[in-house]
């Protein structure tokens, strides 16, 4: 069942459009991810399904309802979470403090407590550093905070805009692996990552945009025998 869907979107900053005409699903349970090059409107979506832009035109159903014209606020009420690039931590506030602040929408003020025994057994060293000022950890560290704040949020969607931005490579498998584990639990998972090699190996379904526009889609095993995802992304 699709718990998102895009309809024709068209998304422009002035006269300038950068998204045009894209549709696409996302099915529960499911991680999907979106790979394109540099400027081929990734981030853009993103923000534009959080509410952060508005479309020039196009639908988005969230749960089977038009949320157009529903704010951040609302999608994150929702459960419709964004863990944008750049990670956006408070960083002069603790690890724990940080997870709290996380936990904004309606139906995580309830479930704080449960939530920060989730994100501590996903993320032990968070409960380690629970105390240590965020902005002092490692870029790994912080990434993982960054997750861990979205996760207590209860989404039903956690959106990821380039995790693994600025991350040492074995940082960036694990950082992967532990969104498997949270996959496993149930969380439907929209991503958009800059290794698309590790994306497309642990995704159920890709799309590749390019110049704003759907060029293909595929399961992550079709994408990657893909001669052309082979020869301009793989370098295969």
């Not at 895009?6 to 549709?23: A, E, F, I, P, R």
């Not at 996302?26 to 991810?33: F, M, N």
């Not at 690039?85 to 936990?103: Q, W």
């Not at 996760?151 to 960036?172: F, K, N, Y």
Request: proline content about 4%; glycine content about 8%.
């Amino acid at each position: 069942m699709s718990v998102l869907e895009v309809k024709n979107l068209n998304v422009s900053y002035g006269d300038v459009q950068v998204v045009w005409d894209l549709s696409f699903k996302v099915e529960e349970k499911q991680i999907v991810t979106i790979i394109g090059p540099n400027g081929a409107g990734k981030s853009t979506l993103m923000t534009t399904l959080m509410g952060l832009i508005t479309p020039k035109s196009g639908e988005i159903i969230y749960k089977g309802k038009n949320i157009n014209d529903y704010s951040t606020g609302q999608r994150v009420d929702e459960g419709l979470v964004l863990v944008p690039e750049g990670r956006l931590l408070f960083p002069n506030m603790s690890v724990k403090d940080n997870l709290k602040m996380g936990a904004i929408s309606k139906s995580a003020r309830p479930k704080l407590n449960e939530n920060l025994d989730f994100v501590y057994e996903l993320f032990p060293r968070l409960f380690e550093r629970q105390t240590q000022i965020a902005g002092s950890m490692s870029g790994g560290e912080q990434q993982m905070l960054a997750i861990a704040m979205g996760m207590m949020t209860c989404p039903t969607i956690l959106m990821l805009d380039e995790p693994s931005t600025g991350l040492a490579p074995i940082i960036v498998e694990r950082v992967l692996e532990t969104l498997k584990m949270i996959s496993q639990k149930g969380i439907t998972m929209l991503l958009v990552e800059q290794d698309i090699f590790l994306s497309l190996s642990m995704a159920n379904k890709g799309y590749v945009l390019e110049n704003g526009r759907l060029m293909m889609e595929g399961t992550g095993d079709e994408l990657m025998k893909n001669e052309h995802i082979k020869n301009v992304y793989l370098s295969i």
